[in-house]
Every structure is written in C-alpha cells, then in structure tokens.
C-alpha cells in the first residue's frame, strides 16, 4: 500500500453525509462536542481507578477504610491544594485570558499588527 | 424513599465472545459502557424532557400560531428543531454515535491483522461465497450508515473484516444491550414467533435477506439445523466475519454468499422455504424494495413463509410526536430510506410482487435475550423509539 495505515486518523473518519447541526451557533455545538469526548475519558480513568482501588483492597495492600478516611498531612494537604488551583487555571485558561483582555482594550490582533508590518 | 432504579444495563465484559471478537483492554472497555450508559441516560432521563417540552411549549406554540395542532411530522419535526431541549438531546445523541464509532474503529483497526488472520484461519471454504462483480447498491453509497465511517462494505486492506468487527463490537452501546449477548436477540425472537405458531413446521432451506455480519440468521440456523441456510450481504467484510464467526460459535449449515437482494437470479424458483430479512428492508430504496418483494416470490417454496421484520410502520394511530422521534435516524443518523420505508404501505408491495392479500399476515417480535444479564424488551419502559428491541412483522405465508 502506497498511504501509511494511520489508525487514529481512520478511527476518527467522518462518515458520509453532511453533519446535522442542532444548535443556532454550531460553535457550541463544537465545543459540546469536545466535552462529551472529554467527559467520556474523565469516566474511563475513573472506572481505571477504580479498578486500581478494588485490586489494592482485594489483594490487602490497603483496607477501603484507608481510602475513606485517608486523612493527608500537612504536606499532602497543601501539595494537593496546588494541583487542584493549577487544574482549575488549566480548565478555565480561557476566562483568565478573556478577564485580562479587559485591561487591554486596544491590543492589535497579530494581523493587524502584521498589517502595519507591511507598511514598516 | 426507595433508591431510584439501576439503569438495567449489564456491563460491555457480559457481551459474547467468539474467535474474531475483537479484545478490549480495560479502558476501551470502559470507553463502551460509557457510552452505553450514556445512551441510555439520553432516552431514560433527557428523552422525556423532550416530550414534556413538545407538549407544553412546541405543540401550544404551534398551535397559537397556526390556530391548529401540527397535521404531520414533518412541521411537528420543523416546529421541534427550534426547541432547546430537544437540540441539546439531538447533539448529544449524534454526537454519542460518532464517540461510538471512533471508540469502535480505533479499538479493531488496532488490531486488524489479527482479525483479518483469525477470519482466515476459521473460514471454511464451503461456508464463504465472494463475488467481486456485486455492485454496492446506490442506497448504501450516498452516506455511511448510522455514522459507520466506510458503512459496511468498505476495504481497508486486502481481506478486511474490520467493518463487521467494529459493527459487532459496538452494538451492545447503541442497542444499551437489548439485543442481548450476540447481538442476536431479533433473530432468537424469530424462531420463538415461529415455534409458538408452527411448532411441527420444519423448513428445509432459508435464506436471509441482508444478513450482515449474521447476528440474526445464527439462531435461526441453530433451530433448525437440519435446515440449509444462505445468507445474502452485499459487504464482504461483513461475510468475511460472519462466516469465521459462525463457525466459532459452532454453526455450521450457513453459507454466506455476497450477492445483491434484489438480484438473486443465483437462486432457483421455489427453492427455499423461509425467506427472512431482520432490519434490512429500511437500508434499502423504493425501487430495490420492488425487485426484492418480486425475488423473495419467486424464491419462496409453496407452504413457505416470508417474513420481513422492521419497526412498525407510521399511521394514522400513532402520535405525531412518536412519529418524529421515531424519525430521528432519518435525518441525524444516517437512514436515509428510513422515513419512506416507514411511510409506504408494505402489504400493497407485497401484492404488486404477485403475493395474494389473504397470503399476508402482521406480528410483533421481541428480543430474546438472556435475562440474567441482559434488559428484556418486553418489560422495558424505558422507550428510545426507533431503537427499541421490539419489532412489527410483514410477513406472507404461501
């Protein structure tokens, strides 16, 4: 065969047919889209995790009562409190950006500062 | 209070397995019961919203407008399109059939060689009959059916199954497992229809219209397995697998052979005994529905029944709104013969290929599955419309 086999983008192929669209802007519909994938995988390492838990107690390295109670020390706590401030930064990269722009309302966008490129 | 209800739904690892069902690691696994549930989810809890909202916003909307209520689906349909909650229950349940397929082809084109060197390997010559001049019917090359990227015929590499492995993987999601263990709980209701009715009746030859992968033609085979069995596809991927899937599973009087339905001048006149088709007549189109009505005539023995079985037609008795869901798949999911099938009058085909009106009979099946494990159609509340396991049959007993 003269093309690679690419599984991936073959997995992913669009089928014949032109798309049906739903909602008025079909931005949102992109986005939703997007997080369904997302939520699919978020439910996948869960049940992965879960797996992980239910063997460790099956095999007796840890008691379900350890998970439960698992009570983390100080360093634990704040460790965990970092990932959990930069994860919520990460997921909502985009409201930081949009609340910054506030303060500059003037910015070009690289296309028009290109555009003054030009003329430089 | 009483906790709600368990969704009902076994896990995707209770699915059936056989030589060439494709593996599944844990998270690919998991990838299907997500879906699955997530399927489910949609026609249990959001479903329903959309009816509430078509009866009290859409319909009185409507109706304020016009100064009647909708008079057929296809304004009670445009009339919904503008509804929000049945926009959000439509992209999400498009948008789970296109996860579904991606989950399904990457999980088998993974795995591929080893699937397409089972199916060799278990392939009994006798049981496979390729014909490369069958032509793939315009019906099923003008959009890939239900989202299916390379619908049911498509080769990838030489010998491919990877269609049919990825079509057998991933119905378990979109059935929510209704159609049992094998995916062949239509077929098994079949033969429980028939048996009820005609307990001594022993058919000598059947063929099965549009067999794909032969989830449904299996059970029959097995019944009656004194019986031969042909079973037609036009997709030789689909053949390819069934063939090597039967005989896994042990069933060994079915010959798979690639041919057209509407051209099976292959066979004799009179020369089977039980024509069935399960779900194919809605792939087809009104001009090959004809020459497959005329076929199944000729073919059938004297004493012989044909039997086609789909979702019931559309009438005057059934609600509007039930109507439109029941058309989904019409427009967002790739059927496109789906709402004409649904709309024509199969008895008057039946009669104009040369059946006799007092030849014809009507029937319901359901799914037969293994109720230990599997959700049974017959005591199922939970209505997904078209996708429900439970069927209407047109049928002609000559």
């Not at chain 2, 439509?90 to 082809?105: H, K, P, V």
């Not at chain 2, 990227?149 to 378990?172: I, K, Q």
């Not at chain 2, 009979?361 to 996708?387: I, K, Q, S």
């Amino acid at each position: 065969m003269s093309e690679p086999f690419d599984a991936v983008a073959l997995a992913g192929a669009k089928a014949k047919g032109k798309r049906p669209y739903f909602f008025k802007d079909a931005d949102v519909e992109r986005v939703l889209s997007i997080v369904m994938a997302v939520a699919g995988e978020l439910a996948v390492t869960r049940m992965r995790l879960d797996t992980l838990e239910q063997l460790l107690i099956e095999r007796g390295i840890v008691a379900e009562a350890d998970i439960e109670d698992f009570a983390p020390n100080a360093a634990q706590r704040a460790e965990r409190g970092r990932w959990q401030q930069e994860y919520l930064a990460r997921i909502l990269r985009i409201v930081q950006q949009e609340r910054e722009a506030i303060a500059r309302p003037h910015e070009p966008t690289s296309e028009a500062a290109g555009e003054r490129l030009d003329d430089a | 209070m009483p906790e709600a209800d368990h969704d009902g739904l076994p896990d995707y690892r209770a699915v059936g397995r056989h030589a060439v069902f494709p593996n599944a690691d844990h998270d690919q696994t998991e990838r299907f019961n997500f879906l699955a549930r997530l399927n489910r989810h949609l026609a249990s809890v959001v479903l329903p919203g959309v009816a509430d909202a078509y009866r009290q916003r859409v319909e009185p909307a409507f109706e304020h407008a016009q100064g009647r209520k909708p008079a057929h689906r296809r304004e009670a349909r445009q009339a919904l399109a503008a509804e929000p909650l049945y926009q959000t229950w439509s992209a999400l349940r498009r948008n789970t059939m296109e996860m579904r397929q991606q989950a399904g082809l990457s999980l088998v084109l993974g795995q591929r060689d080893q699937l397409i060197g089972e199916t060799r390997r278990l392939i009994d010559e006798g049981r496979l009959r390729l014909d490369p001049q069958v032509r793939i019917p315009h019906y099923l090359s003008a959009v890939d059916h239900h989202c299916m990227p390379g619908s049911y015929y498509t080769e990838r590499t030489a010998d491919d199954v990877t269609a049919a492995a990825n079509y057998d993987a991933g119905m378990f999601v979109t059935t929510g497992g209704m159609l049992g263990r094998y995916t062949d709980g239509g077929g098994r209701g079949m033969v429980e229809y028939m048996r009820r009715r005609h307990p001594n009746w022993r058919p000598r030859r059947i063929l099965d219209l549009g067999c794909g992968l032969g989830h449904n033609v299996l059970p029959i085979a097995e019944a009656f397995a004194d019986a031969e069995v042909v079973a037609v596809d036009v997709a030789a991927p689909m053949l390819r697998y069934g063939a090597a899937r039967a005989a896994s599973l042990g069933v060994d009087n079915v010959v798979f052979a690639q041919a057209d339905a509407a051209d099976l001048a292959e066979f004799d006149a009179a020369s089977f005994d039980w024509i069935q088709s399960t779900m194919f007549l809605h792939e087809t189109s009104c001009r090959a529905l004809r020459r497959i009505m005329s076929e199944t005539r000729r073919m059938i023995a004297p004493g012989g029944f044909v039997i086609h079985i789909e979702q019931p037609q559309y009438d005057a008795d059934m609600p509007i709104f039930e109507q439109v869901m029941r058309d989904w798949d019409a427009f967002n999911n790739n059927e496109p013969f789906w709402t004409k099938l649904h709309d024509v009058d199969l008895d008057q085909y039946m009669i104009d290929a040369g059946f006799e009106r007092h030849e014809l009979f009507h029937g319901g099946v359901t799914a037969v599955v293994d109720r230990e494990l599997f959700p049974d159609a017959a005591d199922d509340n939970a209505e997904d419309y078209g996708r429900k396991a439970a069927w209407h049959i047109t049928g002609a007993h000559v």
